[in-house]
């Protein structure tokens, strides 16, 4: 079998194939949050009852998540290989498919460097990589403030006990951050990364100029998520103010930062987190208001982004 032929099957065969798997994993990992029917005929419910422009707000917010998202990966790309918007969304779609559906979302980049010439898949890595960090960076700092708030509102042990360690991973985190030219220093004078380091000398090329702009997209697109997930709280008649469940959403997506994804996405996992966050405190009497939320925020920004990127599968040539 020649070279082309298995370009053929790769591309005509597997990719169908892969669209096929995704569709499949995606709508398990929709199951398995619970009963869709039952929660969308309560999101009915309160549109009929006039929370209708709360509601297409919060759709409104999805869109300009993965328009965002995709302008920080065209941003980061500008060092590596320009493309056109168009193609960093679709990139980011892609990845966001094979994030989903694999632990702590390592599949990530694999999606997004589909798109990519041979040659600068490595730096792609890479810069997916600085993207991440830039993220984690935004929801620990997020969290930080969301700490502060608990520790003065509704103060535990728990509560100081975070503010602590979050504070100083969020320290360390933004010190690599905006010193990342030490990871590629570093890999130069280790011999068993000489094949990588050429790659890696990739992230010299980020100013602190475009760092900085990352994290402020990081910031819009905290902010599209984490007003969204509030936005339902209030369509679902959370009996909070608006700026309380906005700091107290920050110290829960924090935590889901810290639990691996692999079960952050598990109800299970996020009913404890909401109790921890929500109940605990006394913010509220019961989690069903806070897990629906939730729910409904990772429906949309996730599973119909990872539907979208599996779509987008069947238009990529997996060997360029």
Known sequence: MNKATKKRIVNYVIAPLLLILFLWLIYRQINSKGSVEQQWHDLANRWHEGGWLLIAFAFMLTPANWLLEARKWHLLLKAIEPLPYRTALSSTMTGMAFALVTPNKIGDFAGRILYI??????????????????????????????????????????????????????????????????LANWAENRRWLRKVSVAIRVVKRYRKKRLLMMLLLSLLRFSCYSVQFVVFLKVFDLPVSWGAAWLSSCVMFWLITVVPSIFAVDLGVRAYVANLVFVDAGLVENSIIIIASSYIVWLLNWALAAIIGSLLLLTVRIFK
């Open 117 to 182: 010439k041979d040659e600068n898949k490595l730096r792609a890595i890479i810069a997916t990589l600085i993207n991440n960090i830039s993220q984690t960076v935004i929801t620990y700092l997020a969290g930080i403030v969301g700490l502060i708030y608990l520790n003065i509102v509704y103060p535990g042990k728990w509560q100081m006990g975070a503010l602590a360690v979050a504070i100083c991973i969020a320290t360390l985190l933004l010190y690599f951050y905006f010193r990342i030219e030490l």
